[in-house]
T-cell receptor
């Protein structure tokens, strides 16, 4: 069983640029959540995708957007990068089912540095 | 809305000593509670979780936590620390939403001295 993978592992961008981060969910999972973890902080929820549609969003501006593909992999796009966007971006996949809790399995993250 | 407070951003113990990492939560609905561990340059690994049922939950690597509703706490313990336990630990809460938004605490860095 393949776990959650993310690419790239590290990325350096300059302020104002755009970036795309990618996530492949664990085999059999249909839901992907994205989190931002700034240095010295806990992860903060950005949004979740289920069946290719956004299924909940945290307190992040519209320049943070995402996609989920038919194979349940996902992309996080950030436009007009700001210095404060520098962080570790974590992807988590889960299998959504009616009721109950669906455990989220995290990938290793992408470290984004904005200069 | 949910929130999590982890008391103590850094905890230092000697190898073989008791580990106690504190977590208090706020939730408007019965919570699901989690502890995750993060090693340097890695993602999050689930240590244990409380959903329903027994309030004392056991996890991996000898860790356990007790859900105390009256104290709104979910403290993490391990009787005897090992050098390999050195990492950052995050408490998280899930609840009251139709999707899986985890709300995390700020994290506690555990240092284990020989």
């Amino acid at each position: 069983e393949t776990g959650v993978t993310q690419s790239p592992t590290h990325l350096i961008k300059t302020r104002g640029q755009q970036v795309t981060l990618r996530c492949s969910s664990q085999s059999g999972h249909n839901t992907v959540s994205w989190y931002q973890q700034a240095l010295g902080q806990g992860p903060q929820f950005i949004f979740q995708y289920y069946r290719e549609e956004e299924n909940g969003r945290g307190n992040f501006p519209p320049r943070f957007s995402g996609l989920q593909f038919p194979n349940y992999s996902s992309e996080l796009n950030v436009n007009a990068l700001e210095l404060d966007d520098s962080a570790l971006y974590l992807c988590a996949s889960s299998l959504a089912a009616s009721g109950g809790y669906n455990e989220q399995f995290f990938g290793p993250g992408t470290r984004l540095t904005v200069l | 809305a949910q929130s999590v407070t982890q008391l103590g951003s850094h905890v230092s113990v000697s190898e073989g000593a008791l580990v106690l990492l504190r977590c208090n939560y706020s939730s408007s609905v019965p919570p699901y509670l989690f502890w995750y561990v993060q090693y340097p340059n890695q993602g999050l690994q689930l240590l244990l979780k409380y959903t329903t049922g027994a309030t004392l939950v056991k996890g991996i690597n000898g860790f356990e936590a007790e859900f105390k509703k009256s104290e709104t706490s979910f403290h993490l313990t391990k009787p005897s620390a090992h050098m390999s336990d050195a990492a950052e630990y995050f408490c998280a809460v899930l609840g009251g939403t139709s999707y899986g938004k985890l709300t995390f605490g700020q994290g506690t860095i555990l240092t284990v001295h020989p």
